[in-house]
């Protein structure tokens, strides 16, 4: 079983990425204290967190301290395992997002009788200035990937791509 988290007052909180367009690996990241964990995930469910997340901060008042600016992953970046579920929640008597991430658990198809792993949860109390500053980079980071083949609307490899709508005629 993997470890679980929670994080009351986290001091860092980010989204992140390692390595380049095409291959890149999504991460969220938060530190309190001493205390670093870092977590996978894919770049749908951090772009639809970003979407979700600035749904609920446009229903409450503006943020006015300023937004914290660190936006890079702490090193070295290991992932304690893979996000398969997000949860977010308003606390409205602290003013604070909780985001409750779940890990991914694959059950064994092999063995019906395998006894299935706990899933191990991390839970982020944030600020709404720590919510804007993870929207404003993770929007970055997920725009930032490769560019939209002018054809088709898939992503392109810096060397083109074999593109569906050229019936196999070649790349662009």
């Not at 679980?4 to 991460?27: K, L």
């Not at 970003?50 to 992932?79: M, Q, S």
Request: net charge negative; aromatic share 6%; proline share 9%.
């Amino acid at each position: 079983m993997n470890s679980s988290f929670d994080f009351t007052e986290p001091d860092h909180f980010v989204p992140g990425t390692v390595g380049p367009p095409g291959q890149r690996v999504f991460y969220v990241q938060a530190r309190q204290g001493a205390e670093v964990v870092t977590l996978r995930l894919e770049k749908q469910q951090v772009a639809a967190l970003c979407d979700y997340l600035a749904g609920i901060l446009a229903d409450l008042p503006v943020v006015t301290e300023p937004l914290p600016d660190t936006v890079d992953l702490l090193e070295p970046v290991v992932a304690e395992w893979v996000v398969g579920a997000l949860a977010v929640a308003f606390e409205e008597a602290d003013d604070r997002l909780l985001i409750v991430a779940e890990e991914l658990v694959v059950d064994d198809e092999d063995d019906p009788d395998a006894v299935s792993p706990e899933m191990a949860t991390a839970r982020f109390r944030l600020t709404r200035a720590q919510v804007a500053a993870f929207i404003r980079r993770g929007t970055d980071l997920v725009v930032a990937g490769r560019p939209p083949c002018p054809i088709c609307g898939r992503p392109m490899d810096p060397t083109g791509h074999v593109c569906p709508r050229s019936n196999g005629h070649g790349t662009h």
